[in-house]
């Protein structure tokens, strides 16, 4: 059941696992958003600048749904995303 919950906060899945309300798990979906944008934020602050609010949105959603992130600590986020992004840019290439 922890996959099932991990999954759906993150965005990888919309089933709500059973047990759950769909409305308590969006909460919790929307604070991982919160907390993984705020943190790559003050890392990268130009970036949001230079995406605009809607592109942001899009790329930090895209990390947090498909990374690999497992760390439970948002600090460690700056790693992780730029492994990310180099994936990202190495399939578009």
Known sequence: MVATFY???RGKTD???DGYSE??????RYLVFLGASQMIESCYPELKNHLGEEDWTALIQAFVKQSAW?????????HE?????ANTI???E
């Open 7 to 9: 999954d759906y906060v």
């Open 15 to 17: 089933e709500v696992p």
């Open 23 to 28: 409305k308590g798990l969006n909460v919790y």
């Open 90 to 92: 190495s399939e578009q």
């Open 70 to 78: 497992t760390s439970h600590f948002y600090g460690d986020l700056e």
């Open 81 to 85: 995303f730029n492994v990310f992004l």
